[in-house]
């Protein structure tokens, strides 16, 4: 599937392109549903979507240095030398607000975004504060990744700890949206992890890396399937966190784009074990009952 901005290759199924970050599913302007990139009109509502005269180019992305904390940004460039060509475990964050075209549907763009930035700013500060980099930030979403170009090696309980921060804040802020405005606010989030290779590094903190495998596609796939409010993970976050958080075991889904379904784990909150030590002497401490070995 190609970019529709930036002509990048970009998996079949993902929601916004890997190079730029634009929407690969255009929405009707009147109703918010999904057209396809090159329709003349909306196939739900009929609405025309071609205006007479072009549109202007949409606003470049956001610089990372732009929104990157001082400290974290001094980290990147101190090291990205040692960085750049390395193969990284991570774990892949994506987030976005449920329906978030009816959500703002009969607002001005200013009023839009004055009720969508803060929600994307509390998502940003969940990631920084566990040193994840935000790479991709959109009007109702990003992508962040743990592990890289920072790495650490509990990136994927830095990861879980930020879904529940960020779900936790948003809440908070949705109790404030619904007094004032009326509307339901819910985010979602999915979790995966893999490797990936970080390919250069800017001065901007642009950060260009290739994904090893399709675990990107299927961090989005996960957000795309967690309920309103809630932060879904694959069974390869749960082995780099087992015991240190408390799931929801969803059993086998189905996951467009993959030929056998995919295990999904609903992440509830953070296990009394803090440290990975502990949890696996809990589990060898488990094996003995009464003195004798199960």
Do not use: W
């Amino acid at each position: 599937m190609r970019c529709p901005r930036c002509e990048a290759d970009t998996p079949t199924g993902a929601k916004f392109c890997i190079e730029c970050g634009t929407p690969m599913t255009p929405r009707c302007p009147q109703c918010g549903a999904d057209t396809l990139p090159r329709a003349k009109f909306c196939g739900a509502c009929g609405t025309p979507l071609t205006a007479q005269t072009p549109a202007p180019p949409a606003a470049p992305p956001p610089s990372p240095l732009q929104y990157t904390p001082e400290y974290l940004a001094e980290k990147i460039l101190t090291s990205k030398a040692a960085l750049e060509g390395e193969r990284k475990q991570v774990t892949v964050f994506f987030a976005d607000i449920k329906d978030s075209t009816r959500l703002i549907e009969g607002l001005d763009p200013e009023a839009a975004q004055q009720l969508l930035d803060p929600a994307i700013h509390l998502m940003m500060d969940a990631v920084h504060r566990f040193e994840g980099t935000v790479n991709q930030v959109l009007g109702d979403g990003m992508m962040a990744l743990f592990g890289a170009p920072i790495a650490h090696e509990d990136h994927a309980l830095r990861a879980c700890y930020a879904a529940l921060a960020v779900q936790h804040a948003i809440r908070s802020y949705a109790e404030a949206v619904r007094r004032t405005h009326g509307m339901l606010l819910q985010l979602r989030v999915g979790l995966n992890a893999g490797e990936v290779v970080v390919r250069a590094i800017g001065n901007d903190l642009h950060t260009d890396y290739s994904a090893v495998g399709q675990h990107t596609h299927l961090a989005a796939r996960m957000e795309q399937l967690a309920a309103p409010g809630s932060i879904l993970l694959t069974a390869a976050v749960l082995r780099l966190v087992e015991g240190l958080v408390r799931v929801n075991a969803l059993g086998a889904l189905p996951v467009k784009g993959f030929t056998e379904p995919v295990e999904g784990f609903e992440l509830l909150g953070a296990s009394d074990l803090r440290r990975r030590l502990q949890a696996a002497a809990l589990r060898g401490l488990t094996r003995f009952v009464g003195g004798s070995r199960n």
